[in-house]
């Protein structure tokens, strides 16, 4: 036999539930004559009893009534499958932007500042004329040196005449053996101060050309220290103006030496690929090599350093500054990764809401690994293309009917 509806109880319920009013009113009509008259205590109480039992029938008739059901709204979602795919393992670190190479220029003569030949912040060549001293002292003694050495190779010229002539008077025993051997010795006397000329002319050249300060590296120049007229010593500290290599340029990052240990980088030279990030951690300033890690591991930190070489083509990176480094250490062929706005955090840790075949969605708990380019590595807890929510989970339960709704507000990408 077929169990009664909602809607057949409803309506049986209706003829019965009139009847019982008419009854009450009815009652009630009488009573008022009867109040007026004065009938016997007895017979009143009576009447009044049955009056109170027909309103009480009446309302629970009305009460057992269930109201109807009213299914439960659908919640608008976004999901997103999750992907399999070759994922590159990195490792995080913070950086300092170093000068490549960094030279301070200096003088290495004594003299004045006759030219200054370059503008500051200029990018200069290697061998670039910078700065010129006055020459006219220099040149003045290199003159100086090539005049002593034509009077001594004129002395050794006549020396060895009178030697040839003394050579040959001793084959005919017109000069002694003595005479012929303190000529020689002459010959090799002036022949050494010729030589020692022509060192001190090599000396006053080179000091010459020192009056001509040029750049021994390519790169840009800073602000000058040390104006025209100025006069220079060899032994000043104080540099006038210093040169700053900056393609390529360096980073030195900081890493936990923990953290090295479980990649395949190794002390000494190496060639991992490091990418240098903002200080918003997604503006993505350089990609680079890491050149070298330190040979020693700092013991107040735990930490080590490593060398990293970019070629900053576009003057991203400027001495001084901090940057994040992101360093590939290895690649997972075959990572499951899913939005990183996928991923929920609860008591019981990392979860994701999975939508399953009939539109019912459920609480997963999964591990997570990192976190790169808006999507996060899953460890344990997910499978190739399962659907997971990207937006609209705050509404969530496990077992809650959902749609799935294209036209909803995208959700927020996550760096």
């Known amino acids: 036999m077929e169990a009664p509806t ?4 409803f309506s049986q319920s209706r003829p019965v539930r009139r009847a019982a009013c008419l009854l009450a009113g009815a009652g009630v009509l009488i009573l008022i004559p009867m109040l007026y008259i004065g009938w016997p205590a007895r017979e009143f109480s009576a009447f009044r009893s049955f009056i109170k039992a027909t309103a009480g029938y009446a309302s629970q008739t009305v009460d057992a009534v269930p109201a109807p059901l009213v299914p439960a709204p659908l919640v608008p979602v976004h999901v997103a499958l999750v992907q399999q795919e070759a994922v590159p393992i990195y490792l995080a670190c913070i950086g300092t932007v170093q000068a490549y190479n960094t030279v301070s220029i200096t003088s290495r003569v004594d003299g004045q500042i006759a030219q200054i030949l370059f503008v500051e912040g200029q990018d200069v060549k290697q061998g670039d004329p910078l700065v010129i001293i006055d020459q006219r002292p220099f040149q003045a ?10 009077k001594d190779q004129a002395l050794l010229a006549g020396a060895v005449l009178d030697m040839q002539r003394y050579d040959t008077l001793a084959i005919k025993s017109f000069a002694t053996q003595q005479q012929v051997d303190q000529q020689h010795a002459l010959v090799d006397q002036y022949r050494a101060q010729t030589s020692n000329d022509q060192a001190q002319i090599n000396y006053a050249r080179t000091q010459l050309e020192y009056t001509t300060i ?3 590296i390519s790169g840009r120049v800073g602000i000058r220290q040390i104006d025209q007229g ?3 010593h060899a032994s000043d500290s104080k540099p006038i103006v210093v040169i700053t290599q900056l393609q390529p340029i360096s980073v030195i990052f900081t890493l936990a030496a923990a953290a090295l240990e479980r990649t395949k980088l190794t002390l000494g030279r190496v060639a991992a690929s490091v990418v240098a990030i903002g200080q918003d951690d997604r503006t993505e300033l350089d990609r680079g090599t890491v050149e070298v890690v330190d040979n020693q591991v700092d013991q107040s930190t735990g930490t080590i350093k490593l060398r990293a070489s970019f070629p900053n083509t576009e003057f991203k990176l400027w001495p001084g500054n901090f940057v994040n480094g992101r360093i590939t250490v290895d690649t997972r062929p075959e990572g499951l990764t899913v939005p990183a706005i996928a991923l929920q955090h609860g008591p019981r840790g990392d979860f994701v ?11 997963v708990n999964v591990t997570a690994d990192q976190v790169a380019n808006g999507r996060v590595l899953i460890e ?7 659907r997971v929510v990207t937006s609209g989970y705050y509404r969530l339960e496990n077992g809650a009917k959902v749609e799935i709704d294209a036209t909803a507000e995208k959700p927020p990408s996550a760096g």
């Open 6 to 9: 909602q809607a057949s109880l």
């Open 141 to 150: 003694l290199l003159d100086q040196q090539l005049a002593t050495l034509q």
């Open 214 to 216: 040029r750049a021994p």
């Open 230 to 232: 100025n006069f220079l």
């Open 353 to 363: 809401w999975v939508v399953k075949s009939d539109n019912t969605v459920m609480s």
């Open 380 to 386: 344990r807890g997910l499978s190739k293309d399962q």
